[in-house]
């Protein structure tokens, strides 16, 4: 099952809408690290709103695409937690530390623009159109 | 004087030198001339094969008894078979092929005695033995050669790329930019950070890029003294931009759990330019110039 990537300028959306097996997840990480080196990505997007349960895994598997985004120079965050995923990852105190959270995808895409905004390159290459 | 049982190898060697040698060059200029245009010397390949075959007669005809005779490589015969070999090495011949020159060379004597001790085959028997045992030798020698010129090689290259300077840019004012590039051991890692450093101080530099387009693997390792001359770099007061790591390079470092945390990190040189002089608050501007 492939999660679809979708491109809004330089920022890149990802909704996970269906719980994904192990090897789903590890396929998606690797598109994702991939899409943002082959667009120069500034900033990505994971929503994760229909997403009721979120293991260990999932959870890792989340955290470590967010640090491999941040090396490759794109800002994260991650929107749409619901009250019981946030209870057990606290639980499990396994906290998206260093991952920005939101309520949704609208103040997700706010966060992610204004960040943006406040770093060098956006500008000058965009400028170069 | 007792006979000796290997004199027929003898008197091949001296009364068909010539014969044995011609066709030995024939079918190894053959093989190489096809495999390797352009790096055979011809004459000086059968100059060779003469001493060689010369010095193998002597070491036949010295000898006595009925066990083959050794060779060591500090014979006149281990010597040449050196030379030749380390040579084939250093021109990049294949090892199987440089092996073929002693086992071409063992095919034809064979042939050769075969014909002559026709109607003896006690004495064949013990010669074919003999120099079954001898060539067998030699090509143990030349391919030890072989190697060993290659280890050599090897050696000066992986010191070459040691001494393989890492410069340290200065990219503009305040902005310095230190491009990786190959394989960071220990030392070399010593070396760039004393460079590093030295050169953050000289230019007082605020902004210091470091690019690893050019480092082939991450490790743990290489991670780590990266990340040793990242800190003693922000603890001169210079702020870090990385840049070049490919999706690979931050897969493997992410699983190893390594996030240069206190470090920006861009994809690209240029964004990470565009970040540093950002950081010093310049920027590059279109001034309409007629290259688009």
């Known amino acids: 099952m492939k999660i679809p990537i979708l491109r809004l300028g330089r920022i890149l959306l990802s909704s996970i809408q269906v719980d994904l097996t192990d090897a789903d997840a590890m396929q998606f990480q690797d598109d994702l690290v991939n899409k943002i080196a082959e667009i120069e990505a500034l900033g990505i997007v994971i929503d994760i709103t229909s997403l009721e349960v979120v293991d260990s895994f999932m959870a890792r598997v989340i955290n470590d695409t967010a640090g491999m985004a941040r090396l490759l120079g794109a800002e994260v965050v991650i929107c749409g937690v619901q009250p019981y995923v946030a209870m057990t990852l606290v639980e499990m105190g396994r906290d998206l530390i260093g991952v920005d959270c939101t309520f949704n995808l609208d103040q997700g895409l706010e966060i992610i623009k204004a960040r943006i905004e406040m770093r060098g390159d956006a500008r000058m290459i965009e400028g170069e159109g | ?292």
């Open chain 2, 1 to 292: 004087m007792t006979t000796n049982s290997l004199a027929p190898i003898v008197t091949l060697l001296q009364q068909h030198r010539a014969a044995i040698s011609s066709e030995w060059m024939t079918e190894v200029l053959r093989v190489w001339m096809r495999l390797y245009p352009g790096l055979v010397n011809e004459d000086e390949l059968r100059r060779q094969a003469d001493a060689l075959l010369k010095e193998l007669g002597k070491l036949f005809s010295e000898h006595s008894g009925e066990a083959p005779p050794d060779i060591t490589g500090n014979s006149e015969l281990g010597e040449i078979a050196r030379e030749l070999s380390s040579e084939r090495a250093k021109k990049g011949f294949k090892p199987a092929d440089t092996a073929q020159y002693v086992i071409t060379l063992k095919n034809v004597l064979t042939q050769h005695l075969v014909r002559t001790l026709n109607e003896s085959p006690t004495s064949l028997t013990l010669c074919l033995r003999a120099v079954d045992d001898v060539l067998d030798r030699l090509s143990l020698l030349t391919f030890d050669a072989f190697v060993e010129t290659r280890e050599r090689v090897i050696a000066q290259q992986s010191l070459s790329l040691v001494e393989l300077s890492t410069p340290v840019i200065l990219l503009w004012n305040n902005v310095l930019l230190l491009p990786l590039i190959g394989v960071i051991d220990t030392v070399r890692a010593r070396q760039l950070t004393e460079r590093l450093l030295e050169s953050i101080t000289k230019h007082e530099a605020s902004v210091t890029l470091i690019d690893v387009t050019g480092v082939p693997v991450f490790d743990t390792s290489v991670a780590r003294h990266i990340m040793k001359a990242i800190d003693a770099a922000q603890l001169l007061g210079s702020r870090i931009v990385m840049t070049g790591i490919s999706p690979e390079g931050a897969q493997t470092l992410t699983k190893l759990g390594i996030s240069f945390a206190n470090v920006i990190s861009r994809a690209t040189l240029r964004a990470g330019l565009a970040e540093a002089l950002q950081l010093v608050g310049r920027r590059i501007e279109f001034t309409g110039g007629v290259h688009k």
